[in-house]
């Protein structure tokens, strides 16, 4: 299995960006496609978007295509979360976490990384 950890998180105002980052423990992680999902107080996880192992897949919820992007670095064990344009919506707790190619199960889980946007 691989170990993941988020950072980047914060509180921001509406309009602003955030980058977060979701480094891996491991020789394996490039062995994972990576998921991003967020969960705020009282609803439940939403899934965000995913990457492929290279880098060079990505796909996304419709909440947040054409405002997030996300992208791997594969020497630092690294994916990112780049959003844009934030809304008060997007306040959550945003995880990432690692699957098999072909698998929608994710079996890693980071810890997870707080976003608050204020309006």
């Known amino acids: 299995q691989v170990q993941l950890v988020e950072s980047g998180g914060g509180l921001v105002q509406a309009g602003e960006s955030l980058r977060l980052s979701c480094t891996a423990s491991?020789?394996?992680?490039?062995?994972?496609?990576i998921g991003w999902f967020r969960q705020a107080p009282g609803k439940e996880r939403e899934f965000i978007g995913r990457v492929n192992r290279s880098g060079g897949s990505t796909r996304y919820a419709d909440s947040v295509k054409g405002r997030f992007t996300l992208s791997r670095d594969t020497a630092k064990n690294t994916v990112y979360l780049k959003m844009n344009n934030l809304k008060p919506e997007d306040t959550a707790v945003y995880s990432c976490?690692?699957?098999?190619?072909?698998?929608?199960?994710?079996?890693?889980w980071g810890q997870g990384t707080q976003v608050t946007i204020s309006s």
């Open positions: 976490a690692a699957a098999a190619p072909s698998s929608m199960k994710y079996n890693s």
């Open positions: 491991g020789r394996t992680f490039g062995s994972y496609d």
